[in-house]
């Protein structure tokens, strides 16, 4: 028997029965369905599985999508999780990965990115076409680069969820790590134009959603079909989109959020009120963060 993608569609309802995050659920099925992938290229039915196989998808990960070791070691973590799935339904006997290690972490802090490239980031974005979604995507390099906001979270917000007034915003962001953050003045400005475009928009699909998402996104090149909402991966492409047109090859949503962290610092904010405003329990990058900071760089982020 060779696996499937109906077998991913079970593990994802599986997931969703044990009351899992729709983030957690998206990752660990794109991790199975990308292992599905590779073991039907390979030719390879459930009985030639063995650990082995799981140590060269490792290999295949590394050399031909150059993952990072840490997306590399929550892929393997995805899909342990849906093989012993597959064991706990009998789909499988047992399942050959329990045995394999789970790579390493790697702690080390990369070389963050500089304020030149989230300006020509945000440049970029504002120049996209309808001039809707130039505000919409400078508001979600903002977000993610300013204010740390995680892709999941975005995709999540309403409308609802900003309070302004003259002078200030509030966002509230659901979820397991729920808070309510003050937003930098670009981003409050950034969003705050992105709202006015919105509220432009006089579409049948927008004005009949029952729920008023904050970032939507559209069908056509030229954008003549608006959807209301957007998908986490949708949100990744905008990024890696942007981060291809300013040179910035393989430009992810971690790497803004770790740009964050060393903007927040800059403008003197505290670790615990960093940990509070990224919705983090423990200081982590944070400490590296403060631990190896150029103050001559930092001066420059200000």
Known sequence: MILDQNSVTLFAEHLKSRGKQPATIESYCRDASGFVNYLRNHRLTVDQIEPGTLLAYQDHLRADLTERENSVRRTVIGIRQYFRFLTDKSLVKASPFDSVAIPQRDDRLRRGLEIEVIARLLEAASQSQPSWKGTRDAAIIALLAYEGIKANEIIALRWSDLMTDLATAYLHIGG???????????????????????????????????????????????????????????????????????????????????????????????????????????????????????????????
């Open 176 to 302: 397991s790590r729920a808070r309510s953050i003050r937003l930098g003045p670009e981003s409050h400005r950034l969003l705050a134009a992105y709202q006015r475009q919105y509220h432009t928009l006089n579409h049948p699909v927008l004005s009949q959603a029952k729920e008023k998402l904050m970032f939507i996104s559209f069908k056509g090149r030229d954008a003549s079909c608006p959807l209301p909402n957007m998908t986490r991966h949708g949100l990744k492409f905008i990024v890696y989109e942007l981060g291809d047109k300013v040179g910035t090859k393989s430009l992810n949503t971690e790497q803004l959020r770790h740009f964050a962290v060393t903007h927040l610092i800059a403008q003197g904010m505290a670790p615990d009120d960093i940990m509070a405003h990224l919705g983090l329990r423990r200081l982590g990058n944070i400490a590296k963060h403060l631990a190896s900071v150029d103050h001559a760089r930092l001066a420059n982020l200000v």
